[in-house]
């Protein structure tokens, strides 16, 4: 599974339909995808909210964004997310790669 988070921002007709069932109607979509919905969060900004979800890969990632918005008004942008971890153990792999290849040779 991979970790995306999405942010939303409401439409005008977004807002005038506010309800927890559109949370419910939201998750379900996530599911239906074969996604959880780890949480939601309201925010105050750029953005209206942001969720943390878990997806089989970026196609359900895309699903699940288009379908949310269809479903609900709400505009969806997604970005997948990597614990720093796993981002460190790539960045330090990769660097230390790229070094090996840079070093020239050395004559006696």
Do not use: C
Request: aromatic share 8%; proline share 7%; charged share 20%.
């Amino acid at each position: 599974m991979t970790t995306f988070f999405m942010f939303g921002n409401y439409s005008p007709e977004a807002v005038k339909r506010i309800d927890p069932r559109r949370t419910k109607k939201t998750e379900e979509i996530i599911k239906g995808y074969g996604g959880t919905l780890q949480w939601v969060y309201s925010l105050l900004g750029e953005y209206d909210l942001l969720l943390m979800v878990e997806l089989p890969g970026v196609p359900e990632a895309v699903q699940a964004s288009l379908a949310i918005t269809a479903e609900t008004g709400i505009s969806i942008r997604s970005a997948p997310a990597l614990p720093v971890a796993i981002f460190d153990d790539l960045a330090t792999s990769t660097l230390r790669s790229l070094r090996v290849k840079e070093t020239p040779p050395q004559h006696d």
